[in-house]
């Protein structure tokens, strides 16, 4: 038997109240989404439903036929020749329902539904054939049979139309719907915009894009599955089992790590060598800076509790206040910028999943001082204070294998250093094969030294503005990842005029950079970028040539960024909705806001440029026919994906059974939204068990999302249960710094990458020779930038400005395939925030 939930029990007309308040004494209520606010359907809702007074349904269409009054005489000489398809299909199927079968097709369930009469009759031939145990076929006169048989011809004459009307611009034949009285009601930009491009995007406040999903399972409307749907459950998959790895592992080994650096460098302070003492007792407040922001929430009360040198302890003492505090300026311990520039301690602030605990915040925060506290090439004391550091690594074994143990799974989940590491130097270091005294004694060596890492940084640098006022060349400790991104993003930026002509970048020049459909069109006709700087194009082709080298499989951000490439394939047969310019902007939004979730989970090493129950009984449960987004070559690309993330937790002992399972399931869904893709491409035979699974896939992905978000030992009855930041899938991340020396001060910002509540996409997609309405649900692309001294804007922040406003940030060309329901006003993207850039 096909599922049948304890919902659809319940909304039967024909359960008895009495019945309905048992079953609600046995089972807790089951949980909705209804405009992105999940609602406890409780008994009295249910029981207010059943015995609500039906209006009856008027089909659209020339006849006018009121599905209520099918009850009555049919003429059955009448002229079909007016009649839609809708139409046509209501009255040959109203003999049976008359008595009352119980169709198979979901849509015609629904169509009769709507009236007084056919529940009773349904319900009643059901418990006939449950006392008989015959199945019950209806009978038909011959009358009957022929009027039938004549509507029939004539529907296959009209399904001939489905696309292309005659006298129309229009793609898609909307006369052919079978199944528009669905919506109650049919706003005409919605209509228009379906007739022409055959899908349309409608605002709304989901709070995750299973909501919608759910919310066509309990009204059996068929669903839309789209890419967007999976690509946010590997983001949560991907996030949760990240900050997972981060609390539970990583989080201690860099605990220790720090603390045992520290106590290295104090051993070394006695050291009767001066150079050696000196770099040492840097070292041993550099890591106590480290250790302090690994441990602690708050600042030490004085700096006379530190246990650091004397000459080092307000240094530190300031060090740590101003990370935590997060406001950018002027550090008399780090040297790497000139005196007169601002260190970056705005990006010490937590944000993307580091807000959700304190675990997570003090991790955010210690990583970031050896991400960011760089020792330049370019000041020898500098390199002697890591050639120190790096000695200590070639002595301690165990500290280099504790880094290891963190510095390794990060470079295959997020990339490779960009920076020279510490590792480098100690490797080089070993090969010159010197008493680390002599090194550092030595201006020849050291320089040699230097030397040899500015040619290592030179050919493993990518992400560096043409101008600096700093170290060209640096050294990180645990340095941030390459992405090749963030190349591109510098690449596509003026940074050569007087005054910036293009100081920010958007996200939809990497979507160029990749090749997507559409992208480049959109920036250059639509968004005039050569007008405002000339020289664009030929930096968007810099850019390409640049990312061309991209090895897409080296770690699993590279591989979700070439999954994103499969979206725009179009060496594919694709249905006609597919194949349009519209899609392509679809498509964009669907990439952009998956590329904006993966910069939120990878906020801390990215390098960023700084420029239901079931049940029994009754009349069997219909078929609701729903469609998967029938791109194949996509699924294909997000099996590897999710295989890949599995490899990596394996191959570094960092799985858990948690994720483990998940992993298998999330597999799992991508394989049938690939099978499902094959078939509805080739013209294969979807099954009942097929259709049901894609019906509650709403449910299925809450379920997994469920397990993902709850803590351990944590059982959460529904999405009601999250009370966390996860619990809306808007995300927001700080992508791009405009802070370069030829930008002006009014531009200099910071670009932001963001998704908004989830929003509706209808499409209408030809199932076995119909035309259905369906719906799924998209993510919503926000970008917009701050003014550089506001501080960097966490998950918690977003999503407040987004109750003040719900469609800010939402790019102007995107405007095309959206359309705004009633009441939801369209914010200018420009003015969304006023950062003067």
């Keep these: 038997m096909k599922h049948n939930s304890y919902h659809t029990l319940l909304r039967n007309d024909a359960f008895k109240t009495v019945a309905i308040a048992l079953l609600l004494l046995l089972l807790s209520p089951t949980t909705w989404a209804q405009n992105g606010n999940t609602e406890a359907y409780t008994g009295d809702a249910y029981i207010e439903r059943s015995q609500e007074k039906k209006t009856p349904l008027i089909l659209h269409g020339a006849g006018k036929i009121n599905v209520e009054k099918l009850k009555g005489k049919i003429d059955t000489q009448m002229d ?67 009027f039938t048989e004549r509507i029939r011809a004539r529907e296959a004459e009209l399904r001939k139309l489905n696309f292309k009307p005659a006298n129309s611009k229009d793609v898609v034949n909307m006369d052919n719907l079978i199944n528009p009285f669905q919506l109650k009601e049919f706003d005409s930009k919605l209509y228009n915009m379906l007739g022409k491009n055959g899908f349309a995007i409608v605002p709304a406040e ?61 051993t070394l302070t006695s050291s009767q060598n001066a150079e050696v003492k000196a770099a040492a007792e840097f070292g041993q407040a550099w890591f106590a800076v480290a250790s302090w922001l690994f441990s602690h929430d708050k600042a030490p009360a004085s700096a006379a509790t530190l246990n650091v040198p004397e000459a080092y302890k307000k240094m530190v003492m ?6 935590i505090d997060t406001e950018n300026g002027y550090s008399d311990m780090l040297e790497y910028f000139p005196p007169e520039e601002m260190f970056g301690y705005s990006l010490f602030r937590p944000r993307g999943h580091y807000t959700r605990s304190k675990v997570c915040s003090r ?33 301690q074994p165990k500290l280099r294998d504790i880094y290891n143990k963190v510095s390794e799974p990060i470079t295959y989940l997020m990339g490779t250093p960009d920076n020279v590491t510490i590792l480098q130097v100690a490797n080089r270091i070993k090969e010159m094969g010197l008493p680390i005294e002599k090194l550092l004694s030595s201006r020849k060596e050291m320089a040699n030294l230097t030397k040899d890492i500015e040619e290592i940084a030179k050919r493993q640098m990518r992400i560096e503005l043409k101008k600096t ?165 996509f699924w294909e690309k997000a099996i590897a994906l999710v295989t890949r993330m599995d490899k990596v937790l394996t191959t570094y002992g960092l799985q858990t059974e948690k994720a483990k399972a998940v992993y298998e399931r999330i597999k799992e869904m991508a394989e049938f939204c690939r ?31 469920l397990e993902l978000v709850s803590e351990d030992n944590e059982m959460l009855q529904g999405w ?42 209808y499409v209408v997609v ?28 966490t998950d918690e922040e977003w999503q407040q400005e987004l109750k003040k406003s719900p469609t800010g940030g939402t790019p102007s060309w995107m405007n095309e395939i959206i359309a705004p329901a009633k009441g939801m006003s369209a914010d200018d993207e420009e003015t969304f925030y006023s950062s003067g850039c």
């Design 318 to 323: 300031e060090e740590i206040t101003k990370a």
């Design 675 to 705: 099978d499902i893709s094959k078939k509805e491409l080739n013209g294969g035979k979807i099954t009942d068990e097929e259709y049901n699974q894609i019906e509650i896939i709403g449910s299925t992905v809450e379920n997994i999302s």
């Design 80 to 146: 079909l020749s007016k009649l839609n398809l809708a139409e046509l299909r209501a009255i040959r199927n109203a003999f049976a329902a008359r008595q009352g079968y119980a169709f198979k097709d979901a849509t015609l369930r629904a169509l009769y539904n709507t009236t007084t009469w056919y529940n009773d009759v349904l319900w009643n031939t059901s418990e006939k054939e449950e006392t008989t145990g015959k199945k019950f076929s209806p009978r038909y006169t011959k009358e009957q049979l022929a």
């Design 363 to 395: 991790y955010f925060r210690g990583m970031m001082w050896l991400q960011t506290a760089h020792f330049g090439t370019n000041k020898p004391s500098k390199m002697k204070q890591i050639a120190l550091i790096a000695n200590v690594f070639n002595q």
């Design 469 to 633: 006022r700093g170290s060209k060349y640096v050294v990180d400790i645990m340095p941030q990842r390459y992405q090749p991104d963030a190349e591109a993003l510098i690449t596509t930026t003026d940074q050569d005029s007087p005054v910036s002509l293009r100081p920010c970048p958007k996200g939809l020049d990497w979507m160029a950079v990749m090749g997507l459909p559409g992208a480049e069109r959109i920036l250059i006709d639509e968004l005039k970028e050569t007008q405002r700087w000339a020289g664009f194009p030929k930096a968007l082709t810099t850019a390409r040539k640049k990312a061309a080298t991209t090895p897409w499989e080296a770690c699993v951000a590279n591989q979700w960024m070439y999954t994103l490439q499969s979206l725009g394939d179009t060496a594919q047969s694709l249905p006609y909705f597919m194949q349009s310019p519209q899609w392509q902007k679809k498509n964009l939004n669907t990439a952009l806001a998956s590329w904006a979730e993966l910069k939120h989970d990878a906020i801390l090493y990215a390098k960023q440029p700084m420029l239901a129950e079931c049940g029994d009984g009754g009349p069997e449960p219909p078929v609701v026919k729903g469609y998967v987004e029938p791109n194949v070559k």
């Design 206 to 266: 989901h709070n995750q894009l299973f909501h919608v999903y759910e919310k066509n399972d309990y009204a059996d409307f068929p669903s839309f599955v789209t890419t967007d749907l999976y690509l946010q459950l590997f983001h949560l998959y991907f996030d949760c089992v990240l900050r997972d790895v981060e609390e539970k592992h990583l989080d201690s080994l860099m605990i220790v790590f720090s603390s045992q650096m520290e106590a290295e460098m104090k």
């Design 720 to 761: 009601s249960d999250v009370v966390s930041t996860d619990k809306k899938v808007a995300v927001v991340a700080d992508v791009f710094t405009a802070a370069g020396e030829n930008v002006a001060i009014d531009d200099k910002c910071v670009l932001y990458e963001g998704v908004g509540p989830a929003y509706e996409i």
């Design 766 to 793: 030809e199932i076995d020779g119909s035309l259905y309405l369906t719906r799924g649900s998209v993510f919503s692309y926000r970008e917009f930038t701050r003014l550089m001294s506001d501080p960097r804007m």
